[in-house]
C-alpha cells in the first residue's frame, strides 16, 4: 500500500461511485484531495464573452463548497488552489511527497495536453499518474467495437449497444478519507477572485438558477424517480436528462451517469426499462466516443463530416441580435433571454434556438456553440458540439 496519494478532482465532484477516489482510499494510508481552479476556463473567447460564465462560475464554486463539506464529514478535506492545475497538481505532489496522482480521464483535447502536460512533470520526480474512465456507463474497452469503428449514427449505436449493455453496480462513498497530519486546505474563492465581476449576475432569475453540488443533484435524481417512475408516469419530453436540470449536475460530475442508470433501473423492476432518461444517457455516451474518435474535428466548422462545401457567415452584428433575443423570431428571443438569466434551456428550445441561427441566418454554427459553453449550466464538451454539429448538418445522422 503506499504512503500518499494525490487525488486531483476535475469534473468528477462527488464522493459516491467515484471510481478513482475509491482506488485512491483503498491503495494508500493517506489522501490529498485537491481541487484546482483554472483561470483560463475564464477567459473571453474572440467573441468577447468569457468561455465559463458568471452562473456557471457560480454553480462550480457552490459544487466544490459541497464537495469540500462531504469529504470533511469523512474526517478529510479538499485542498484548494488556483491556477494552472498541470503545476499546480506536480509541485502538490512534489511536496507533500506523494507516490501517485490519481485522477479521472478526460476525452477533450485541452483536457488530454493538461493531462500528458502533468504526467511529464510528474515523471522528473518519479511520481506515477493514474488516469481513471468514468464519464460513461461502459469503459470504452467493454464497447462491442472499436471506437475507430463507432456506428455512423446514434441509431446504429443504440442497435448495436443493446446486447451487451452491462453496467456495474455504482460505488459506495469511501468510508473515511484521511489527511496527511499537516496540509493547507486554501480559501474557495470568490467569482471576483477568478476574474469575474459579481455584477455579472445582476440580471440573473435567482430563484431559477440551480444550486451546485452533489447533496442536491441526488435529491433531483430522487424526485424524479418517486414523481415519475415510481407513479408509472411517462415524462413530458423525450429529454428528462435535460429538462429535469439533472444534467446541470452530471455536467460537473456531481452526480455520475452511472448512478443515475442504476437508480432508475431499479426502480423500474418489474415495469420494463423501456425509459427515456436511459435513451439519454446513452446519447450522452454517444456523444462521448463521437469526441473521442473525431477529437478537434468536433470544433471546426466543417465538422466531424469535414464538410468544406458549407459556408457560414461571419456577420457579428446578425450574430449579436441572436445572443440578444432581438431576432425576428419571438420564441428565439424569448428563450435567448431566458438562458441568459437562469442558464437553462430545455432540450427543445436550445434546438429551436440553434436552427434558427444556423438554418436562418447562416451564422457560423461554432459561434453558436460558444455562447451557450458560456451560459449554459449543464455544458458538456462533446454534448454541447455534438448537438452543434448535427443541427449544422455537419456531424454524424441522427
Known amino acids: 500500500m503506499a504512503q500518499r496519494i494525490i487525488y486531483w478532482f476535475r469534473n468528477d465532484l462527488r464522493l459516491r461511485d467515484n471510481e478513482a477516489l475509491f482506488s485512491a482510499v483503498a491503495s494508500a494510508s493517506e489522501i490529498i484531495p485537491v481541487y484546482v481552479f483554472d483561470p483560463r476556463q475564464f477567459d473571453k473567447t474572440k467573441l468577447g464573452f468569457r468561455r465559463t460564465g458568471a ?3 457560480q454553480f462550480l464554486i457552490q459544487s466544490v463548497v459541497d464537495l469540500r463539506n462531504r469529504l470533511r464529514e469523512k474526517g478529510g478535506d479538499l485542498l484548494i ?3 494552472e492545475p498541470e503545476k499546480i ?7 507533500y511527497n506523494a507516490e501517485y496522482v490519481y485522477t479521472s480521464k478526460e476525452i477533450a483535447p485541452e483536457e488530454t495536453r493538461i493531462e500528458s502536460s502533468l ?3 510528474l515523471k522528473t ?3 506515477d499518474i493514474k488516469l ?4 460513461t456507463l461502459m469503459h470504452a474497452t467493454a464497447l462491442p467495437f472499436a471506437i475507430a469503428k463507432l456506428p455512423a449514427n446514434f441509431s446504429a449505436f443504440n442497435e448495436q449497444i443493446k446486447g451487451s449493455l452491462k453496467i456495474k453496480e455504482p460505488l459506495s462513498e469511501p468510508e473515511k478519507v484521511t489527511l496527511p497530519n499537516e496540509y493547507d486546505a486554501g480559501p474557495i474563492p470568490i467569482l471576483a477572485q477568478l476574474g469575474i465581476d459579481p455584477q455579472e449576475l445582476d440580471g440573473a432569475d435567482a430563484q431559477n438558477i440551480s444550486t451546485g453540488g452533489e447533496s442536491t443533484a441526488l435529491g433531483i435524481l430522487e424526485k424524479y424517480v418517486s414523481d415519475y417512475i415510481k407513479n408509472g408516469k411517462m415524462y413530458e419530453t423525450a429529454d428528462p436528462l435535460t429538462d429535469t436540470r439533472l444534467s446541470d449536475w452530471l455536467s460537473l460530475g456531481c452526480i455520475s451517469a452511472r448512478y443515475i442508470y442504476y437508480y432508475v433501473t431499479k426502480a423500474q423492476a418489474g415495469k420494463g426499462t423501456d425509459d427515456a432518461m436511459i435513451a439519454n444517457l446513452l446519447s450522452r455516451d454517444y456523444f462521448h466516443w463521437t469526441l473521442l474518435r473525431y477529437g478537434p474535428r468536433m470544433f471546426k466548422p466543417s465538422g ?4 468544406f462545401l458549407q459556408r457560414w457567415q461571419n456577420d457579428n452584428s446578425i450574430y449579436e441580435k441572436w445572443t440578444n433575443g432581438e431576432t425576428r423570431d419571438d420564441e428565439v428571443n424569448h428563450s435567448m433571454n431566458t438562458l441568459k438569466s437562469t442558464g437553462f434551456l430545455t432540450s427543445a428550445e436550445r434546438t429551436t434556438c440553434a436552427n434558427h441561427l444556423v438554418n436562418e441566418l447562416g451564422i457560423n454554427w461554432t459561434w453558436g456553440a460558444m455562447y451557450f459553453e458560456s451560459h449554459l449550466m449543464d455544458y458538456e464538451v462533446s454534448v454541447n458540439w455534438g448537438r452543434w454539429n448535427n ?3 455537419v456531424g454524424e445522422s441522427e
Open 55 to 57: 452562473m456557471r462560475g
Open 81 to 83: 488552489r488556483v491556477g
Open 89 to 95: 497538481i506536480a509541485q502538490l505532489a512534489e511536496d
Open 119 to 121: 504526467s511529464k512533470k
Open 125 to 127: 520526480v518519479n511520481i
Open 132 to 135: 481513471f474512465w468514468m464519464d
Open 304 to 307: 466531424v463530416k469535414h464538410n
Open 391 to 393: 443541427i449544422a448538418g
